[in-house]
Each structure stands twice: as C-alpha cells, then as structure tokens.
C-alpha cells in the first residue's frame, strides 16, 4: 500500500486565503498493486497527473499551502465522491442510476486508465474497495476540509485551485473553434463553484502570462469543485487543467526540454494567484 495518503507543504506564514491542492500527481505505486494489474509500470501511469504537484510547489512561499496526492490516481481517485463504486469492477455493488463517471470505468476505484485500457484482469472485493477509501481518500479530504475551513475562518475567505493537467488530445475539439489552441482550462462548474470576479483574476494570472485560456470545456470540474465550491459561503473551488504537451514527453511521462522554464512561468502565475485576499500580518502556521 502506498505509505502516506498525502503531503502537506505549508508556510512559513499564511498570509493567503488560496489553498493549491493536487489530487492526481500521486506516484507511489506499490508493488502489491502493480503485480494485480494488467498492465506494465508505465501504462499505469497514463492517467496521473505527472509533476504537476512540481509545478506548483512554489506556493508555500507565497504564503498558501500545498496538498498533494501520493497514492496514484489508478489506485484510488481523490477527485470521485466515495461512493461513487463501479459494479463492473468492485464485488456486491448494486447497479444504480446512471453515472457517467462509473459508467466509463472512473469511478473512486478506476478499472480504467487512459484510453479505456483495463487495469485489472477481474473484479475487486468489496474489502479491498473501502480499505483504500478509508486509508487514503478520507483523510486526504479530511486535510482539504482543515485547510478550507481555517483559511476561511482566517481571512474570512477561502479560495481552492484544484491543480491538474490533461492529455493534449484532450482539446482538439476545442482547438478546431478557436483562434489560439487552449494551453490552460479553468472550470468553475459553469459558475456554480466560484464568484465570477475570483475566476477572473486567476483567468487574468494565466492569461497575463501568455497562456490561451478557456473556461469549461472541456473539463468543467469534477467531484472537488462540486463538493467544496460555495461561493455564496465565500468559498471558492475552481479547477485548472494544463495541456501536458507543454511541460512533459506524454509518450515517456518525462519532463520535457521545457519544464523548467515553464516551472518559473507558473511561478508568477501562482504568485499572482495567492495574492488573493493577501495579509502579511498572519502568523505561522503549526506544523501538522
């Protein structure tokens, strides 16, 4: 099993209501779990979100904390309702309404990863299934639920980039109807997770840094912007995609020739970002 169910990067000082968290760069897969799938070490890795937790780890230096996955997202997906558990793959789930994530096989448990490769050759117990959820998923959104409530009660409000990248195929639709290929999606549920003044300045952040920049489609947000996104309670959740291509060899899940430079861009988008609701009287947090 992988060892921890997340990190947590804090500051030295919280002087940011911004919470950047990363539900899918999660890389510790164990051998017990690579030795029941189907599938070799590295197409496993196909749906994670590789080093995007290194593209934002910037963020505690200005002032906000970091949260990042370390159990991989083909192992357990952070970013699915707990009980969203798919019948075609877990033992004694009982088929309910339609539900489109399930119904493609990423559900809480994945039975799929990129492209709708299996990773499991049969079906899982029902024991497997809630022991995963119970190690991992719970206290990752546990932590997540701390860090939204005490920057809330801190600044009076909070704000949540719920930080992943996409395949660059992932935007070929979108790109067909678009002056500019779309580099950065942000999705706040079409307005339902966050106040439209909030998405536009982390819309300004990208866009000011050169980026193209589109809201929603394709990725609106999923269970995080749902679950957390209260705009009317002053608690924002908005979702960013970055196309792959840019920073990383998809074929090799490698950095790519440009990372770096890409890593120091970002760096003052995210700094941009945590100025939000910036105070530079806080005092430190304590350690976890």
Request: proline share 7%; aromatic share 8%.
């Amino acid at each position: 099993m992988p060892k921890v169910a997340y990190h947590l990067e804090l500051p030295e000082a919280a002087t940011s209501c911004v919470v950047f968290a990363s539900p899918h760069s999660g890389r510790d897969y164990p051998w017990s779990f690579l030795r029941g799938t189907v599938l070799d070490e590295h197409s496993i890795r196909s749906s994670e979100d590789a080093f995007v937790d290194r593209l934002f780890d910037c963020a505690p230096q200005f002032g906000a904390p970091l949260l990042r996955a370390v159990a991989p997202r083909a192992f357990i997906d952070l970013n699915r309702a707990a009980d969203e558990l798919d019948p075609a793959l877990i033992e004694g789930v009982r088929r309910g309404g339609h539900n489109p994530r399930i119904a493609s096989g990423l559900g809480v448990v994945p039975r799929v990863v990129a492209n709708g490769r299996a990773i499991y050759r049969g079906k899982l117990p029902m024991a497997e299934a809630e022991r995963r959820i119970t190690r991992y998923w719970h206290p990752y959104h546990a932590q997540l639920r701390t860090l939204l409530e005490r920057a809330r009660d801190r600044f009076g409000e909070v704000v949540l980039i719920d930080c992943h990248s996409m395949p660059h195929e992932a935007l070929d639709g979108v790109a067909r109807n678009s002056a500019r290929r779309p580099e950065i999606v942000i999705g706040d549920r079409f307005g339902a997770s966050a106040a439209p003044e909030i998405v536009a300045r982390i819309e300004g952040a990208f866009a000011g840094a050169g980026l193209s920049v589109v809201r929603n489609t394709p990725f609106a947000g999923a269970y995080v912007t749902q679950t957390y996104g209260r705009p009317s309670r002053r608690q924002h959740a908005i979702q960013v995609e970055i196309d792959r291509s840019i920073y990383m060899d998809e074929e090799r899940i490698r950095p790519n020739g440009n990372f770096h430079a890409f890593r120091r861009l970002l760096r003052g988008v995210v700094a941009e970002i945590a100025a939000i609701g910036h105070r530079e009287e806080e005092q430190p947090l304590a350690a976890e």
